[in-house]
């Protein structure tokens, strides 16, 4: 009997998922290295979760940071999670991370939670 809870066990105690937890804006703002305004000029949907080339940011304004006049941003995150849907012709202030590995390739913090709709309509209609 004590043969058979052990296996039960070390097979429970294997299954996890990773949930994508939503904190606080102002810790976004904090682990943020750039925040901006902008809108999005160019963006793929995703099909079946196939990465697809970053979405295009044209940023307005800097709020913090320093940030190049075009974003491009990986909207698949660093783990699926992450991923978000950016629509082209959309203005969102963006709270975003870089990693120096990725060659100019911007993420947002707390995958969709770092990208604020800012024409009223949700993140996802």
Not at 5 to 21: M, R
Request: with cysteine; hydrophobic share 45%; proline share 6%.
């Amino acid at each position: 009997m004590k043969w058979r809870l052990i296996p039960l066990f070390l097979i429970g105690s294997c299954a996890f998922a990773i949930e994508l937890v939503e904190v606080s804006f102002e810790q976004n703002v904090r682990r943020a290295q750039v925040v901006v305004i902008g809108v999005v000029e160019q963006a793929q949907p995703h099909v079946n979760n196939v990465k697809l080339e970053p979405a295009q940011i044209k940023v307005e304004s800097v709020l913090k940071g320093t940030a190049p006049s075009i974003i491009r941003l990986d909207t698949h995150g660093r783990m699926a999670e992450e991923a978000f849907v950016v629509t082209a012709g959309r203005r969102f202030m963006f709270l975003l991370e870089s990693e120096k590995s990725d060659k100019g390739v911007y993420f947002s913090v707390n995958g969709k939670f770092g990208v604020i709709p800012m024409d009223g309509k949700p993140l996802y209609p």
